[in-house]
């Protein structure tokens, strides 16, 4: 069965300074990765893909299938990037997501 | 364009009451998705809807839970005989595709159920 684990339910970092958000996931397949994001009072909404390689926001994330790791990097934090993060994961076997348990990021000025 | 709606955006019901909940996917979308945000479960996955074919009923708790999407759009979660450990926010996806990488989902804002 596939998992999703983010070990750091709450992480606090000054504006500026580097912010990692880590994920690991078990899965023997081909997986593919996603963060979402959920800032406050809004609705969750997809940040990005592995597959894309894009940025976003500043935010990048490298999948490395050795450590079955996609960590999301930021290298300047800023105030409005305080949200709720999930890692996410689907699978071949079914187009639904599995989630990590979220990390909220709390950007102090 | 119109996201994902879902309706009531809050619902407070006692122990043993029936719940309905109601998603109006993005038009267009052929799949939708219904998951399960709670405090102590984190997000999960509940049900999945695929254009006509059967829906992947996988990730449904219990017996109770039930759902259906009429004429391949809107569709209604239905808990029986709620419990407590029902209490939390029922999200709503929609996608387009629903097959690819790069198929995207996209969240409603939620039903927060209580119950009492």
């Known amino acids: 069965a596939q998992r999703v684990t983010q070990p750091e339910k709450l992480l606090s970092v000054f504006k500026g300074a580097p912010v990692e958000l880590k994920c690991n996931y078990s899965y023997s397949g081909s997986p593919e990765l996603f963060w979402y994001v959920q800032y406050s009072r809004q609705r969750l909404q997809l940040l990005l893909r592995?597959?894309s390689r894009e940025s976003i926001k500043g935010f990048t994330a490298d999948l490395n299938k050795g450590e079955t790791s996609f960590h999301l990097k930021k290298p300047f934090a800023q105030e409005e990037d305080s949200a709720m993060y999930y890692c996410a994961l689907r699978t071949g076997a079914g187009n639904m997501l599995t989630f990590g348990g979220g990390t909220r990021l709390m950007v102090k000025p | 364009g119109a996201g994902v709606s879902q309706s009531p955006s809050n619902k407070v019901t006692e122990k043993g009451k029936d719940v309905e909940l109601r998603c109006d996917p993005i038009?267009?979308?052929?799949?939708l998705y219904w998951y399960r945000q709670s405090l102590g479960q984190g997000l999960e996955f509940l049900i999945y809807?695929?254009?006509?074919?059967?829906?992947?009923k996988s990730g449904l708790p219990s017996d109770r839970f039930s759902a259906e999407r009429t004429g391949g759009s809107v569709s209604t979660l239905t808990i029986q005989r709620t419990q407590q450990e029902d209490s939390a926010v029922y999200l709503c996806?929609?996608?387009?595709?629903?097959?690819?990488?790069?198929?995207?989902?996209?969240f409603g804002p939620g039903t927060r159920l209580t119950v009492l």
């Open positions: 592995h597959i």
């Open positions: 996806a929609s996608s387009l595709a629903g097959i690819g990488g790069s198929d995207t989902q996209y």
């Open positions: 809807f695929q254009g006509n074919s059967a829906p992947d």
């Open positions: 038009s267009g979308h052929t799949a």
